[in-house]
Nanobody, 115 residues
């Protein structure tokens, strides 16, 4: 099991930027597929961005060109740079680590986009 700790959420106005970070406790971090999900009340958790162990990155269509995910295997960290934020980006963002036989979640960090 890997412990995941997110940070960097908060309040932003439309058009502003926020950066989320997720720190992992596992020494085998480089082998995980790391993802960011977000959830709003009444809806299922949705995948925002993910990066494989090989470095392939994919994004939800609604954030392409605005959000950028990075992984730093030396620091056991991933981050999500969120630019040009929109109201619909509001939600709780969760970091996820997936291996062949396990999946672990962070506690979540709130992102609120409001004027």
């Amino acid at each position: 099991q890997v412990q995941l700790v997110e940070s960097g959420g908060g309040l932003a106005q439309p058009g502003e930027s926020l950066k989320l970070s997720c720190s992992a406790s596992s020494s085998i971090f480089p082998y995980y597929t790391m993802s960011w999900y977000r959830q709003v009340p009444g809806k299922e958790r949705e995948l925002v961005a993910c990066v494989t162990a090989g470095g392939t990155i994919d994004y939800h269509s609604s954030v392409k060109g605005r959000f950028f995910m990075f992984r730093d295997d030396a620091q056991n960290m991933v981050s999500l740079q969120m630019n040009n934020l929109k109201f619909e980006d509001t939600g709780v963002y969760f970091c996820n680590a997936k291996a062949a036989t396990s999946t672990d979640w962070g506690q979540g960090t709130q992102v609120t986009v409001s004027a």
